[in-house]
């Protein structure tokens, strides 16, 4: 496995940490749901903002950018801390979150209302085949940028992800990379219980997909996942990264009452303690 | 009017680069032209129309200008929510472009019709609704609808409709189209249905000797609300509407709301043609549906003889 640089894994390290806190301290100041679901997709985000993507937020509208499309809409919570600290808005800008007349609430708004949304997301199955269409316009305007779109393994309950899916190696779509965030939670239960999506490799690979299983919290196997889906020829790339619902805080991890509760005072300070390490502070 | 939109699309691909057609499967010979001219740029997105919708609005989000095209019922209330968000909301430079609308596909039954589609579809905002009467109207919707931001969805008949509008067209958004002077009876309508209008018209001239105006509001959003305003004045003795699409939320409602916001005392009935809010289950041709329907030039004939 090409691992990364020690640096570079300690600064993702901290980074993912600093996220998760203040990920916490939001969804308890403002009452945000889906932590859970915030929480499974850090790494992944991190890794995505700080790593691979190539996007600079002081020319966020730059023609060239690469485009990350959050299909999981429910965890704009986390994008929005990630795009702070990456430098799009600042700090500060998030305090309004969740306030009455924010522009900061539960999902992304569409384009040119948040720095560095590059879509409207937060009904399930919309952002990937718009993912698709952004892929296909590279193609035709011979740009050599990528696309990238996150999604939830729930949101495979959606035809359209499928629609999407059965289109995208036909035009051999190798500029558009999905990641899913296979947490095995959906809203009301296990994912495998209320509609299975398993055998989930075979299914992306027998739809012709180059497609990678990996742990979502390992960032040398986010890191060469990536790397072999920049290595794929003619072929749109998957990467099924699998990931623990509310990772980080020992209480919340793969209990699902996480993604609608929000931490009470006493969860809360529990959540810091474990997340205390942070030296940004 | 179909073969007019392949043809104006050909056109397009060879003036524009950043025009991209997307069909959802039907059109394939249709689009030839399209094909050789713009091989990349054409797109068959499968039986699959909520994709279809939201790649569109991805490409418009990325600088193009995608015309999505299949038959209008699978297109608008099958991807309704596609419409809303990815290019009502994203404010998407998408023309989505809807075939066999209205009874054009008579024949093929409730899945086919499309009787409900400006109803639905005119409760989002920002979205221009179109539907034009003839290939010259269609023609000049497009070429608007292309050089204008925003999302555009253009309501569209079959094939082999007669062209109705005897002037050419220079502005057809937010504009109404004349087909036929008069100043007796007001019809206005949406669709190649106008052609049952105008025989009624031309059949009342030559057995009572009266004129009946008959004008396409082809632009549905923006409504040509000075055309409207206009009309107030005149002495019309009664207004007519007339669709292929039910009362809720088409023609005949946006003209009865309008006249009720603005007009404090009208002098003129107002008779509203337009399909029954029911399913329609015995078929038969399009002549035939809109006879059975009272919605041909017969059944016009028959209401306006009572104004003359």
Redesign the interface.
Known sequence: MTRLEKNTFKKLTDISLLIRKRTVITSFEAKIPHLGSCLSCVDILVYLYFLELSINPEKFED?DRDRFLLSKGHAAPVLFQVLAEKGFFSLSELKEFGENGSFLHEHPP??GIIKGI???TG?L??G??????????????KKDFNIYALLSDGECNE??IW??A??APK?KLDNFIGIIDYNKWQATGRTKDIMNIEPFVDKWQSFGWHCQEINGHNFDEIHEAFLNAHKTVSKPSIIIANTIKGKGVSFMEDDNNWHYRTPNNHELESALAELSTDRKK | MRNTFAREMTIFAKERSDVVLLSGDIGNRMFDDFKIIAPERFVNCGIAEASMMSIASGMALSGLRPVVYTITPFLTSRCFEQIKIGIAYHNANVIIVGTGSGLSYAELGPTHHSLEDIGILSTLPGLRILAPCDSLELSAQLKESLSFDGPTYIRIGKKGEPNLIQNTIKTSIGKINLIKDGCDILIMGIGPILGEALEASNNIKSVFDKNVKVVSLGSIEPLDESFLSEMVEKNFKCWITLEEHGFNGGVGSKINNWLIQNVKKRNFDVINLCTPNRFINKLGKQNYLRKELKLDSAAIFEIIRKYV
């Open positions: 023609i569409k384009p590059e879509a409207a009904s199955g919309h990937f085949p718009m993912g698709i269409g952004m892929a296909i316009s590279a193609k035709i305007q035809g359209s629609e999407g059965l289109l035009l």
